[in-house]
């Protein structure tokens, strides 16, 4: 740990490792005899003081403050844990969901998803609660994540898609989050052409599952659909069409979703226009118990177009701020994307490229300063997980820190999750 030495996935700042450098080079005598007993003990106290933190940090994750705003908190995801999703609620509280692999099969694919809740008070998370009630097989596929939302009771519902069953299963904990009753198939009139993993939201007692689905070879005509409920998701309504088919949908780009502040369900989604319009289109629907109401969608700004054949394999993510704005990060043209989800919001690119690589796999959070960080990945392929990079943006949209001091290599088949912590800093996991 002494000054020299490289710190692995490190993301210390520069006045983080002098401490360690002032520590481990100069013993407490040398600095009393240059400052005097009052001032050597002085500052050895506040070394002492600092590196008790700096220990705490690589025992527990790095931390990268930034230059001003919120302190980064960078760890890996708890049990070895793969494909992390982070959830901040209204309470304060952050809700992690994991796949983990079987402990006994370290090298097999199979495992379960898991949930913990993070302790404020003790600066770690909560105890697994196991959610699926059978294991699957790892999704390779980032595209194929699990989805998860709380609602205003507490339960937390989950949304999977284990695409050797090809099935959508939903299961949902107790209202103390201590336990997840059993899963169950949530769609089967609309699973033709499924090729991507469903999400899910809830606000008070509502609850939305959505997906695409659609004929594979005629991505032109697929679209979004929607099972809703009235109840906690005690029960859900019929599989209800949600989208315009004119406009088709991606048959392997994930979508997201979130409930607004009036009570309307936000849906973000790649379209397939002629089978070659593929932008991010901005579905918002009105909903009355299990049923749509209305639907209308959002102009399509430049920076929402990507003219492709091919599918690009995308993921987004929702986050909402502590004044009820909701901020979405998306792909086009292989760069991470952000909007405000208001009237007359423009979207604009997130960063620059490093490199002539992919950005992708994006996810933010927003702390109650109206901070917001954006978190993804660069150099993803098939097999690889990629290099993690970030911004972090004041409430105006200035930029206050622009990524890390050294490479923290995503997990294979992974991706980055932020969250909100309750002291206003931010948490990663990869």
Not at 283 to 292: F, H, N, S
Not at 391 to 410: C, H, Q
């Amino acid at each position: 740990m002494c000054a020299g030495r490289k710190l692995t996935r490190c993301a210390l700042p520069v006045r983080a490792r002098k401490v360690c450098t002032i520590f481990c080079h100069y013993s407490t005598s040398a600095i009393a005899g240059r400052l005097g007993y009052d001032g050597g003990m002085l500052l050895i106290t506040h070394i002492l003081r600092r590196f008790t933190l700096l220990l705490a940090v690589l025992l527990l994750g790095a931390v990268l403050p930034a230059v001003a705003g919120a302190a980064i908190v960078v760890q890996p995801t708890p049990d070895g844990g793969l494909q992390p999703r982070l959830l901040v609620t209204e309470d304060g509280n952050v809700h992690l969901l994991y796949f983990r692999k079987r402990l006994n099969q370290p090298s097999a694919r199979e495992g379960n998803l898991y949930y913990r809740q993070y302790l404020p008070s003790e600066q770690r998370f909560g105890s697994p609660v196991k959610v699926s009630s059978t294991a699957f097989p790892l999704q390779t596929f980032a595209i194929a994540r699990a989805g998860m939302a709380v609602d205003g009771s507490g339960r937390v519902h989950v949304i999977w898609y284990p695409s050797r069953e090809n099935k959508f299963y939903y299961a949902r904990s107790d209202a103390a989050r201590s336990q997840f009753e059993p899963q169950q198939s949530m769609v089967t009139a609309h699973m033709e052409g499924v090729d991507a993993g469903a999400e899910i939201a809830a606000q008070g007692d509502k609850v939305a599952i959505v997906w695409g689905a659609g004929d594979l070879s005629l991505e032109h005509e697929r679209t979004v659909f929607v099972r809703l409920s009235a109840d906690n998701g005690a029960s859900f309504g019929p599989e209800l069409m949600s989208g315009d088919p004119a406009l088709g949908a991606c048959a392997c780009c994930s979508l997201a979703t979130e409930y607004l502040e009036d009570q309307s369900l936000f849906i973000g989604y790649r379209s397939a226009i002629n089978g070659t319009g593929r932008h991010t289109q901005l579905l918002t629907l009105l909903t009355q118990d299990t049923a749509i109401t209305g639907a209308s969608y959002g102009p399509v700004n430049a920076l929402q177009e990507w003219e492709l054949t091919s599918c690009p394999l995308s993921t987004n993510d929702v986050a909402i701020a502590a004044n009820g704005d909701r901020w979405f990060v998306f792909e086009t043209e292989s760069r991470i994307v952000q909007l405000r989800l208001a009237a007359e919001s423009i979207p604009v690119v997130v960063a620059k490229p490093e490199s002539k690589t992919r950005q992708k796999n994006p996810a933010v959070a927003i702390n109650s300063e109206g901070e917001r960080l954006v978190v993804w990945g660069e150099g993803i392929s098939y097999n690889r997980g990629g290099r993690m990079d970030l911004r972090l943006f004041d409430a105006a949209g200035n930029v206050l820190d622009t990524g890390f001091d050294e490479t923290i290599e995503i997990p294979d088949f992974s991706f980055p999750a932020v969250a909100n912590l309750p002291d206003g800093n931010f948490l990663i996991l990869y």
